[in-house]
Every structure is written in C-alpha cells, then in structure tokens.
Nanobody, 126 residues
C-alpha cells in the first residue's frame, strides 16, 4: 500500500506559478510511474503529466506543454509539478497518482494508476 499526500496548492492570479509536491510512503517509490491529474468542477478527472520510475521519461497533456514540468526525487520519495503561466482554465483539484506497472510509453489513463492522493486545490483568478 502506498499513501500519497499532495501539498503546494493555493490561490494565484493569472500568469502566476506554483510548485505542487506529492510525498509518498513506502520503499518502492522508485519503481512507480508517477502522474498528476486534475479535476475541475463539473468535469471529469484529466491527465496532466507523468514521469517514469527513474525520471528519464515524461509525458504531458497538450494543454500544459511548455507551462508545466514534472520531476521527482526518489531519495525523498517525492514528485513535483511546477506549474507556470497559470490561467483560470487551470483551476482544479490536482491529484497525484502512482502506477505499479513500469511500462513505456507512459500512460495517460486513470485506470493504469493504482494509488491516489486526496488532492490539492489550485485556484487561478483573472
């Protein structure tokens, strides 16, 4: 069992930046694919970014490419999402997820992730 705890969300103005963090419990963190998803009010949860177990491969949703950066520190059991140039359309609850299957290409499907955090709210005002 893996527990994931997100932090770093908040309220920012359009154009602002945040750094989201997700701390994971357990010894197998370095073997997991890690992903970030988000869910806006009234919408389905959608893929944002993913990173492979060693950090050498990443994937992004088209809507965030060039603005968001995913990274991980396996020594700290933590994955990060640097979000920049935020717009009101980025307002959502952001969820961290861990996948046990070390496969490439990185999956954008929620069904491929086994563990989920509780989420952290990001609110962007215009």
């Amino acid at each position: 069992q893996v527990q994931l705890v997100e932090s770093g969300g908040g309220s920012v103005q359009a154009g602002g930046s945040l750094r989201l963090s997700c701390a994971a419990s357990g010894r197998a963190f370095s073997t997991y694919v890690m992903g970030w998803f988000r869910q806006a009010p009234g919408k389905e949860r959608e893929f944002v970014a993913a990173i492979s177990w060693g950090g050498s491969s990443t994937a992004y949703a088209d809507s965030v490419k060039g603005r968001f950066t995913i990274s991980r520190d396996n020594a700290k059991n933590t994955v990060y999402l640097q979000v920049t140039t935020l717009s009101p359309e980025d307002t959502a609850v952001y969820y961290c997820a861990a996948g046990r299957r070390p496969v490439l290409p990185l999956s954008q499907s929620r069904s491929q992730y086994d563990y989920w955090g509780q989420g952290t709210q990001v609110t962007v005002s215009s």
